[in-house]
């Protein structure tokens, strides 16, 4: 009996090489559209697929392959419906080759709801599930990067566990496409409930959607997790975007903790408009400043703490230029990330060997996700919103207005303390930090941290600086501690209900504070 293959491609890498050798193997080639006309322009002997089904392609292509002549030669048991096939005169289809429309990317470039809309794919899925469901018959392929192995089966015969594994690859092929176009649907409604009426940031939250199915592809496994008795694997959303899709252009691979920290670094780094470098160590910052170009910012950075920096992970929102890189290159550091990085700038950092040289591709705002036993805690990303973060919404509560300078070292101070776990207490001067308290549990002890970390080595960078708080005070205590070192300026949320006590403390003392009344807590 003539071994027949069904192939319906949007992505055609390889497609000629792969329709010839199945044809050099004897199979029957059935195809559809341009997949049909590309591999006909090879050479190679391609059956419409409307000849098969006596029924022309119709609605825009909508319309293709959904028909029992297709279906039924991919969902038909060999071992049972051998008779009934016959007398329907359907025909096996041993081998399924589709590869579905590119909704992601469409989406990604910013296309219309309507164009969007025409890259769902339903012929293409409703393949896929037919012949993994009947893998036992059906060979199903997913992705350009099984033809090799494909082309090899075609002669020795597919075993079982093969056509199995398939199956599987199309089904996470089919769960990633629909989480897809299930999120895209969900922003959609979302942005309606958002619309040019609605204030800019409302008090309640739109509502997150009713499900999310997020699916994620192994990319590689990892040599180890957090410890090195646990097992790791970086995966990918398929965005192929963010630090999960980076380039790595120098140095060893990423380690577990290597991701995390880089991922706070980064953000840390992206939260301001100049050229800004965050320094993070086990997911905290230990420097970040702002600067006239990226080598001047990290030098402030840098100089913060010193001694954390020590084996740290370093970020810029900025290319690399070789300043920075002939800067960083006597410093133990594990990876260093941008968006891009001069051509002498890698040429310096590649002399360390171990250092990892990463260039992160831009990432899409989305969801933050925290797992929790039996499901997850998710929420909106916190943004940064000029409207609320500005200094021209916050309010002065005690002491005179700030300068123009000062005014700027809060604006900084208040966008770098994001990037602190809470409690979160940062000192700022000249846009960089001098010095930061976290992850305490209490804020006092984050106030204490913050200034013995200004002031170590002999130094005083506490007096004369300012200070952002990520939440309210709860009492005067933490802010004393920040008075006594001689902060002169203070940012915080307020929302206490002993925000008089502090704000009279504030005043008393003779220092500037500013209520932003937002809160950027980070657990």
């Not at 199903?140 to 056509?163: I, K, M, N, W």
């Not at 999960?244 to 706070?264: C, H, I, R, V």
């Not at 260093?336 to 591709?361: G, M, S, T």
């Not at 005070?473 to 925000?499: E, K, M, N, T």
Request: with cysteine; hydrophobic share 45%; net charge negative.
């Amino acid at each position: 009996m003539t071994r027949r293959a069904l192939i319906s491609v949007s992505d055609k890498t390889g497609l000629s090489d792969f329709a010839r050798a199945l044809h050099q193997a004897g199979y029957e080639i059935i195809a559809t559209g341009s997949t049909a006309s590309l591999i006909a322009s090879a050479g190679i002997p391609a059956i419409p697929v409307q000849d098969v089904t006596g029924f022309p392609e119709a609605f825009d292509g909508r319309v293709k392959t959904l028909h029992p002549h297709i279906h039924g030669g991919i969902l038909a048991r060999r071992d049972l419906h051998g008779e009934q096939m016959a007398a329907l005169g359907i025909a096996p289809i041993d081998v399924v080759v589709v590869n579905l429309y590119p909704f992601r990317q469409t989406v990604a470039r910013g296309a219309s709801f309507e164009e969007a809309i025409e890259q769902i794919d339903i012929g293409g899925p409703a393949l896929i599930r037919a012949a993994a469901k009947n893998h036992d018959d059906v060979a199903v392929v997913t992705d350009p990067a099984q033809y090799e192995r494909v082309v090899a089966a075609l002669d020795s015969g597919f075993t079982s566990e093969f056509r199995r594994e398939l199956a599987a690859s199309a089904y996470a092929v089919t769960a990633r496409y629909d989480a897809a176009i299930a999120a895209w649907l969900a922003q959609q409604l979302q942005s309606d409930e958002h619309s040019q009426d609605a204030p800019e940031y409302p008090q309640e939250a739109a509502a997150l959607p009713a499900s999310l199915n997020p699916t994620w592809v192994k990319m590689t496994d990892l040599r180890y997790g957090e410890n090195p008795h646990q097992k790791a694997a970086l995966y990918g959303d398929g965005s192929q975007t963010g630090l999960a899709s980076a380039e790595l252009l120098g140095g060893k691979p990423m380690s577990f903790n290597n991701y995390q920290d880089t991922e706070a670094a980064i953000r840390a780094a992206d939260d301001h408009e100049q050229p800004a470098v965050a320094i993070v160590k086990h997911a905290n910052p230990c420097g970040v400043a702002i600067g006239q170009d990226v080598r001047a910012a990290h030098e402030r950075a840098h100089a913060c703490d010193p001694v954390s920096a020590y084996g740290g992970v370093v970020a810029s929102n900025r290319p690399v230029t070789k300043a920075l890189a002939e800067q960083l290159a006597p410093i133990f550091t594990e990876v260093i990330a941008a968006p891009d990085f001069e051509a002498e700038a890698l040429e310096v950092l590649r002399e360390k060997k171990n250092l990892r040289i990463v260039r992160i591709a831009p990432a899409a705002p989305g969801l933050d996700v925290v797992p929790i036993s039996g499901g997850a805690v998710i929420q909106e990303r916190d943004e940064l919103v000029p409207a609320r973060d500005s200094a021209a919404a916050w309010e002065l509560v005690a002491g005179g207005a700030a300068d123009a300078e000062t005014l700027a070292d809060l604006e900084f101070a208040w966008r770098a303390v994001r990037c602190v776990k809470s409690n979160a207490i940062l000192l700022a001067a000249g846009g960089a930090t001098v010095g930061i308290g976290m992850g305490q549990v209490n804020r006092v002890d984050s106030c204490r941290l913050a200034v013995d970390r200004a002031n170590a080595h002999g130094t005083e960078r506490a007096r004369g600086a300012v200070a952002a708080s990520d939440a309210f005070f709860p009492f005067a205590d933490g802010l004393q501690v920040l008075i006594d070192a001689g902060v002169r300026a203070v940012v915080q949320p307020g929302g206490s209900i002993r925000d008089d006590e502090v704000i009279e403390a504030a005043r008393t003392a003779g220092i500037t504070m500013y209520l932003t009344h937002t809160r950027h807590f980070a657990h």
